[in-house]
């Protein structure tokens, strides 16, 4: 009689988690101290940015925008949720932010 591999009862071996491999080959880094959004029913956009205003108040802040950044919805609470879990924990090590 042959085996049956689906039969209840019989233990499967659990399939192997999903492997990720971050390519960086042409990653880019940038610096930020601004950002912005916005969103559609279909999109969430995230503007990043650079106010280059140190020296003195001015009545219009020029901030030249670098990236723009077009994510689902579904990736933006993803993003979110990613976000205020690291914000969290370095709170914890370093302090609350304000």
């Known amino acids: ?31 930020c101290n601004i950002a912005n959004a916005t ?3 279909e999109e969430v956009i995230v503007n990043f940015g650079i106010n ?8 219009e802040l ?8 077009i994510l689902s919805p579904y990736a933006a609470k993803r993003l979110q949720e990613l976000l205020t879990k690291l914000i969290k924990e370095y709170e914890a090590r370093y302090g609350v932010l304000k």
């Open 62 to 69: 020029e901030v030249q925008l670098l990236h723009r950044i």
């Open 39 to 41: 969103s559609t029913r």
């Open 1 to 31: 009689m042959a085996e049956n591999k689906d039969e209840p009862g019989k233990d499967k071996p659990a399939p192997e988690p999903n492997r990720v491999h971050w390519d960086t080959s042409q990653l880019k880094s940038s610096y």
């Open 52 to 59: 280059e205003n140190w020296e003195r108040p001015r009545t």
